[in-house]
Nanobody
Framework: QVNLVESGGGLVQAGGSLRLSCAAS????????VGWFRQALGKELEFVAA????????YGSDSVKGRFTISRDSAKNTVYLQMNSLKPEDTAVYYC????????????????WGQGTQVTVSS
């Protein structure tokens, strides 16, 4: 099991960028798969991106492809979500999830959860 802490959220104007971090404490984080999810007010949790322990990554909707990039720094036990060309519709609480075995779109199948970081994009 790992403990996850998200950071890097904030208020940004449309077109701007943010880099979210998901820092983990616990052993062997480099062997975990990590996913980023987001939840806008009144909406369901949405898969954004995931990165496997190998570094292979997948992305959710077409709306984030080409704008968001997931990466990891195993030496720092941290996974990042670089978000560029932000839009008001990207406004949400962003969560990271981690699991030793699962790296898909279903957040309920990840074993370890963070508390989230708020991203607000103004128009």
């Amino acid at each position: 099991q790992v403990n996850l802490v998200e950071s890097g959220g904030g208020l940004v104007q449309a077109g701007g960028s943010l880099r979210l971090s998901c820092a983990a404490s616990g052993r062997d984080f480099s062997s975990y798969h990590v996913g980023w999810f987001r939840q806008a007010l009144g909406k369901e949790l949405e898969f954004v991106a995931a990165i496997r322990w190998s570094g292979d990554s997948t992305y959710g909707s077409d709306s984030v492809k080409g704008r968001f990039t997931i990466s990891r720094d195993s030496a720092k036990n941290t996974v990042y979500l670089q978000m560029n060309s932000l839009k008001p519709e990207d406004t949400a609480v962003y969560y990271c999830r981690a699991d030793r075995f699962y790296s898909g779109h279903d957040q309920a199948r990840y074993n370890d959860w963070g508390q989230g970081t708020q991203v607000t994009v103004s128009s």
